[in-house]
């Protein structure tokens, strides 16, 4: 479970789908990132743009900021982060694999330690597919609980107003004067 968990914590979101950088699946293939790209160049015909895309120098810049963040303790990421910069600032923008082109990295990559972890990576997707459609009911109750109390808040507005107006016409058909009275009599 600890396995998935790391592998959650390497999950972003980019251009509305959730990816994963080369950088992270060669270390955790435990293959250098550049013969997993590599590779993938090989066989670029089975990666179409909706499963792998590489980052724009915004994207990039964003996703870094949010690493280091993240991750100020974690040493080896933040040297993959330093370690691919050149002279003018980042030598290669990274590729991002969604869940279907990390599927399609276990047909080029026949190692016991990448088939293994392809099967973890996979069960780590679903997690987070598990988490974000329970979000989403989550929501929905929560729109449902504020419809009925904005309903109940109308409705008891209602009830204030009804008794308002009973109390204000029996207090206007009263004698104040001539009713009993309470308590001591002299």
């Known amino acids: 479970m600890q396995i ?3 592998i959650q ?3 972003y979101e980019l251009r509305g789908e959730r990816v994963m950088l080369d950088r992270d699946l060669a270390a955790l293939y435990e293959v250098e990132t550049k013969s997993l790209n ?4 090989r066989n670029i015909k089975r990666f ?3 499963f792998m ?4 120098k915004d994207e990039y810049e964003s996703l870094r900021f949010q690493i280091e963040t993240l991750d100020k303790n974690n040493t080896p990421l933040r040297f993959q982060i330093e370690t691919s910069k050149g002279r003018g600032g980042i030598r290669y923008l990274p590729y991002a694999f969604t869940e279907q082109g990390v599927a399609m990295l276990s047909g080029i990559l026949n190692s016991d330690k990448a088939i293994n972890m392809n099967i973890a990576i996979m069960r780590a997707f679903v997690e987070i597919r598990k988490i974000a459609l329970g979000q989403n ?3 929905k109750q929560l729109q449902d609980i504020k419809k009925r109390i904005s309903l109940h808040d109308e409705q008891l507005n209602g009830l204030y107003d009804a ?3 009973l109390l204000d016409e029996k207090g206007a058909l009263r004698n104040w004067e001539e009713r009993e ?3 001591f009599k002299k």
Do not use: A, H, M, Y
């Open 4 to 6: 998935i968990q790391s």
């Open 9 to 11: 914590n390497r999950i």
């Open 38 to 41: 590599l590779s993938v160049k």
């Open 48 to 50: 179409p743009e909706d």
């Open 53 to 56: 895309f590489q980052l724009t």
């Open 137 to 139: 009911d989550l929501k």
């Open 163 to 165: 008794i308002e107006n």
């Open 181 to 183: 009275r309470i308590g």
